[in-house]
Each structure stands twice: as C-alpha cells, then as structure tokens.
C-alpha cells in the first residue's frame, strides 16, 4: 500500500513554506490556517488520487480500471472482483507454451486443480488392447477435467484462457467433475 498524507499533515507542511517574520505568524487557528487548511484538503485528494492512479496500473490491484484491464486482454468480466483480477493476470503472465503441463499451470494460477489428457489415435504397432478406437481427427484433441464445485464465472473465463493460448491446431473439450 503507497503512502497517503492527511490534510492536516499538508497544512503542516504549507505553513513550513511560509517566509519568516512578523506578518506571517505560525497560529494556524486565524484566517491564515484556514485558506492553508483549503488549500492542503485539495492537495491532499490529490495526492491520494495519483495515489489511486499507481494501485490501477496494476492488474492484481486495480478496482476502478477492472474492466478496461478486462477489455484490453479480451477477457469478459464475469465473477467476483478477485476472480477476474486473478484471471486478468493470469492472462497477461501467460508466456507461451504448448505442453499440458503448461495449460495445467495456467490454471493453478488461478487456484483450480486440472488433469489434461492428450488423446492419441490408435495405432496397430503402438496400441495395445483396451485402448480406445480413436482415428486419426482426434490426433489433436485435449480432455480438460477440473472441480465441479468451480463457479460457472471461473470456469468460463478459463476456457476463454484456453481457447486465446491453446496451440491453433488443438481442440480443447472441458469437464467439470466432482
């Protein structure tokens, strides 16, 4: 959390800019203390302002620029504020891979658990009995099981992660299983 200064800590700081003398007497109870108290109140939302400015260039952060950080990553903004802050992130840290184990830790980023298996095409020299009777269109496809008890908000916005980072030539199918 940055530094935030009061008003009165503004005033503090204004009356010590004062020239010295008589006229400019340090009582900050007259009229001289209140236009330093005027001037300090608007400093001082200022000040937390820029402040606020520094806390939403951030994604893990942000509160006010949430959804623009959403729109800016192509993400809808749906869930609780940490849910797609976490999601906002996670989008933005995603480096690039193409393993299951990388889409795996995509996921755990955002606290979900999931198993991705890769679907192979059965193959006469390499099959062995009990293996399921895929052709060679399923070469290419993933199984993603994660927890049923997901929300609904998380769920969709990582597959969205998914289907925006997953290899072009891969086809991703989701279940949510207890």
Excluded: N
């Excluded at 951030?58 to 849910?83: F, I, M, N, S």
Aim: charged share 25%.
């Amino acid at each position: 959390m940055l530094s935030r200064l009061t008003s009165t800590e503004y005033r503090d700081q204004l009356a010590q800019l004062l020239p010295r003398g008589k006229l400019w007497e340090r009582v900050l109870d007259g009229r001289l203390g209140q236009v330093l108290h005027a001037l300090a109140d608007e400093l001082a939302r200022v000040h937390d302002r820029g402040q606020d400015v520094i806390e939403e260039a951030d994604p893990r952060t942000t509160d006010e620029l949430l959804a623009d950080w959403e729109r800016v990553t192509g993400l809808e903004g749906e869930g609780t504020d940490a849910e797609r802050r976490a999601v906002v992130w996670a989008h933005l840290t995603a480096r690039g891979g193409q393993s299951a184990a990388y889409f795996a830790a995509i996921a755990a980023s955002l606290g979900l658990e999931v198993t991705i298996e890769t679907v192979l095409p059965f193959r006469c020299d390499r099959s062995t009995v009990g293996t399921p009777l895929y052709d060679d269109g399923w070469a290419f496809v993933w199984w993603v099981t994660g927890p049923a008890a997901t929300s609904a908000a998380l769920r969709a916005q990582l597959e969205a992660i998914f289907e925006q980072h997953k290899p072009a030539h891969t086809i991703v199918h989701f279940a949510w299983t207890a």
